[in-house]
């Protein structure tokens, strides 16, 4: 995760004196991989996974559209108790 962090600095300034000095991180969130951030509390880290680094084979659509209708069905219902995209990351994962 190192090499996804930059860190940097803004200034405004004028001749002679700082109006602002501005510290902050770049996350580079492509660089991150989606499964770490799989079972955060976090909503903000939820909703930011789909700019992590997800293989196409990986990513969640992919995967439905690979289901039969039976398995349609049974995910239509299984939905009913998932909470959290991990939930159908998991049920996936075992079909």
């Not at 510290?23 to 992590?52: F, G, T």
């Not at 159908?88 to 079909?95: D, G, M, P, V």
Request: hydrophobic share 50%.
């Amino acid at each position: 995760m190192a090499a996804a962090l930059r860190c940097c600095i803004h200034r405004v300034e004028f001749p002679g004196f700082t109006v602002l000095e501005f510290h902050y991180r770049v996350l580079q969130l492509n660089r991150l991989n989606w499964r770490d951030y799989m079972r955060q509390e976090n909503p903000v880290a939820s909703a930011l996974m789909a700019k992590m680094r997800i293989a196409p084979g990986e990513r969640p659509i992919e995967q439905v559209r690979t289901l039969s209708v039976a398995e349609l069905e049974a995910l239509s219902e299984a939905l009913l108790d998932f909470h959290e995209l991990a939930d159908l990351i998991t049920w996936l994962a075992q079909k």
